[in-house]
Nanobody, 123 residues
Framework: QVQLVESGGGLVQAGGSLRLSCAAS????????MAWFRQAPGKEREFVAG????????YYADSAKGRFTISRDNGKNMIYLQMSSLKPEDTALYYC????????????????WGQGTQVTVSS
């Protein structure tokens, strides 16, 4: 089994920044794909950013391009989501996810999920 634990969420004013972290442990695949999703109240969970562990290629939702950056720390089995220029519409519960294979943008494509970390952006 794989365990994913997110941290780093909080309350921030519009225009501010936050860095989310996701620590992976357990039977981690050699070359997984990892991603960040988010879910706002009353809305479906949506893809934010993803990273292929092999090669390091990254992918972003249109809403995240230019403002968010996904990165990894190989030695610590961690990924990060650096978020800047935050907007009130970024308010959501942010989840870390992992799958075997390359990044996909659908929630059903991921095998493991964390419990989420809340990000609230005030106007």
């Amino acid at each position: 089994q794989v365990q994913l634990v997110e941290s780093g969420g909080g309350l921030v004013q519009a225009g501010g920044s936050l860095r989310l972290s996701c620590a992976a442990s357990g039977r981690i695949f050699r070359y997984p794909a990892m991603a960040w999703f988010r879910q706002a109240p009353g809305k479906e969970r949506e893809f934010v950013a993803g990273l292929n562990w092999s090669g390091g290629s990254t992918y972003y939702a249109d809403s995240a391009k230019g403002r968010f950056t996904i990165s990894r720390d190989n030695g610590k089995n961690m990924i990060y989501l650096q978020m800047s220029s935050l907007k009130p519409e970024d308010t959501a519960l942010y989840y870390c996810a992992m799958r075997i294979g390359a990044v996909v943008t659908t929630t059903g494509g991921y095998d493991y999920w964390g419990q989420g970390t809340q990000v609230t952006v005030s106007s």
